[in-house]
């Protein structure tokens, strides 16, 4: 793993994946080790850069609906959401669904349950802060009324959908987004760049949006600006898209908490189980 050559020089050759295992085992924990405020600042910031890539999103698939084929829009929405992760990985940021990877040091019983657990509820609650603060930015700042509100539009018609999944729906769709994602931070281990790292993250977190797939920190700042703009937003604004707030009936305080509760449980174990679980499994058990 060492990033140098047999003669010294910088090593630009991708790490195999024996030698990604065992620095995800080391990177977990390291990061169970971090200080309870250090960690919680950390996840802060990763809510907040899982939201600015949400902003991205939903501004470049406003009013593309009806103009571009749907799988077109969702992988254009895709590709720029993948900022947010770029931001956590090469940034420097603490991620509850990429952090699930944390099983492999304790499987490798570098920490205990104890202290994978508390890093996990410290990580979620600072990022569901950076999302829901991120969100209200975005809404006090109108920028959900750019393109004569065609943002706001599409973040309603965003959390509206979510709002409705049925709670096992929720649960798989989580399950398949945190195997992407955990994927996404998985290839990134093998990379020795910056460039490196943003080519292995970029096509597994397109295609989970591309796919629908259901993210729990994405979530935490989606569905708080619908809910923001559905209770606050002004008259001007529901003219320009001709609908007003009893058009979103299902979107509710108690709906987001119904969403979030399933895509949670199911990036644990997509994340923690399917890709975390099985990589340790495969290459560390035996030693």
């Keep these: 793993m060492a990033p140098f050559n047999d003669r010294g020089a910088p090593s630009v050759d991708a790490l195999l994946p024996n030698e990604m295992a065992e620095m995800a085992e080391h990177i977990g924990a390291a990061k169970a080790r971090l200080d309870v405020l250090s960690l919680l600042t950390l996840a802060v910031l990763a809510g907040a850069f899982i939201a600015l890539g949400a902003v991205f999103m939903t501004t470049t698939m406003a009013g593309a609906g009806g103009v571009l084929p749907y799988g077109l829009v969702r992988l254009l929405g895709g590709l720029v959401f993948s900022l947010g992760l770029i931001l956590v990985v090469v940034g420097g940021a ?6 699930n990877l944390m099983v ?6 570098l920490i205990g349950a104890g202290a994978l657990l508390r890093a996990w509820a410290l990580v979620y609650c600072g990022n569901f802060v950076g999302g829901v603060a991120t969100a209200v930015l975005v ?3 109108g920028q959900y009324r750019f393109g004569d509100g065609s943002v706001g539009l599409t973040a309603l018609s965003i959390a509206q959908a979510k709002s409705v999944l049925p709670f096992f729906e929720a649960l ?5 987004c945190n195997v992407l994602v ?3 931070v998985w290839l990134s281990y093998s990379a020795r760049t910056v460039p490196g790292k943003i080519l292995a993250i970029v096509p597994p ?10 993210h729990s920190v994405a979530n935490m700042y989606l569905l708080p600006l619908a809910l923001l703009i559905k209770a606050g937003a002004p008259a001007d604004f529901w003219q320009a898209i001709a609908a007003a707030p009893a058009d979103y009936p299902e979107l509710t305080l108690a709906a987001a908490a119904m969403n979030l509760i399933p895509v949670t449980i199911g990036n644990l174990i997509g994340g923690g189980v399917l890709v ?4 340790w499994f495969v290459y560390l058990r035996q030693r």
Excluded at 205 to 214: D, L, N, P, S, W
């Design 104 to 109: 492999m040091a304790w499987a490798g019983r």
């Design 94 to 99: 603490e991620l509850f669904t990429g952090n």
């Design 276 to 279: 975390g679980a099985v990589y």
């Design 182 to 184: 955990c994927l996404a």
């Design 139 to 141: 809404f006090l700042s």
């Design 205 to 214: 977190i397109a295609a989970f949006v591309t796919a629908g797939f259901e």
């Design 172 to 176: 798989v769709l989580g399950i398949l």
